[in-house]
């Protein structure tokens, strides 16, 4: 069968208004290059953000969108997902959104692996307020939050996701278009959370491009991302930047499969705990 959802299909007719050269630009073409590649149509998709520059993706995509809350995009997407486990569900947002007031939310939503994959578009800053620190700005990193450098060391997003329990990690770069496209096919194909750490950077408040450009190297030869191990190590090799699949698990059962599969309880069940609750409180 030949192809008939090109790219430009899941382009919503809203232009995006980033600032030109931001990275976000990259990862908004490989997400539709990878919906194309998978053909999924586009009123079976629903993408999720929070608060940012990054979060502002659905309003660019022709997809169903919710841009919702600073921080709570993992919880709102899982919920989607539970509630329509037919949809393919994105959450995407930038590395303040998922790592400072949504943190709490982070290793939940890997170790309870819904089937839904999630992009944070990382450029080290906080964009939309005008580039104050983030949590994964560099050590000494000067920032209008810190006028004499930055004292606090950067949390390493793909470690996290590892050490969560995520079921599938990788990383990108929104300037290796193909590559990144390619990684974000494999995360919504992956039956499970998906976590994608893609490097985008902010040219206006945080132009990192030259500096990590240089340390983005391909995986090992022979590199089994079975082993969540060596994903860990070559996780925090921060020397190097390296990009493909991490870490991917065989096999998993999505967090929306598992609630399915309870058993569930008959109205007298609910009265008998609700009832055994109020006794031991009493
Ligand atoms: C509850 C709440 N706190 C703070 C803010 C202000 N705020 C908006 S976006 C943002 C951080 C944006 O940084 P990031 O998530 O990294 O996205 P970027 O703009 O860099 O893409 C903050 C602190 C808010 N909108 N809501
Ligand atoms: S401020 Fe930075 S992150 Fe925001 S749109 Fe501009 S370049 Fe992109």
């Keep these: ?45 629903a993408v999720v953000s929070g608060i940012g520059c990054s979060s502002r993706f659905p309003i660019f995509l022709n997809a169903y969108g919710f841009h919702s809350v600073h921080g709570r995009v993992l919880p709102i997407a899982t919920g989607l997902k539970v509630a329509n486990p037919e949809l393919t569900v994105l959450a995407v947002g ?45 050590l000494q990193q000067r920032s209008s939050t810190t006028p004499w450098g930055n004292v606090d060391r950067p949390l390493n997003p793909v470690a996290m996701a590892v050490a969560a329990g995520a079921s599938f990690v990788a990383r ?64 925090l090799h921060t020397e190097a930047l390296h990009t493909g699949v991490l870490y991917r698990e065989p096999e998993t059962i999505p967090y929306e499969e598992r609630l399915a599969a309870l058993e569930p309880p008959t109205v007298q069940d609910r009265q008998t705990f609700l009832q055994s609750l109020i006794d031991a409180y009493r």
């Design 1 to 45: 069968m030949a192809a008939s959802l090109v790219p430009k299909i899941y382009r919503s007719a809203n232009k995006p208004t980033w600032c030109p050269g931001c990275g976000d630009y990259g990862v908004l073409e490989a997400t539709t290059r990878a919906l194309a590649t998978l053909q999924v149509e586009p009123h079976r998709v």
């Design 172 to 235: 990108g770069v929104s300037w290796a278009v193909a590559e990144l496209a390619d990684l974000i096919r494999q995360g919504i194909e992956h039956r499970g959370f998906a976590f994608i750490h893609a490097v985008s950077p902010c040219p206006t408040f945080n132009n990192t491009l030259a500096q990590i450009k240089p340390r983005v190297a391909p995986l090992p030869q022979g590199y089994d991302p079975t082993d969540p191990v060596r994903a860990f190590e070559l996780a």
């Design 94 to 138: 930038g590395d303040g959104d998922g790592l400072a007031i949504g943190a709490g939310h982070f290793p939940h939503a890997a170790r309870r692996n819904p089937d839904i994959t999630y992009i944070m578009m990382d450029n080290s800053i906080y964009g939309l307020t005008k580039g104050q620190i983030s949590p994964t700005s560099r």
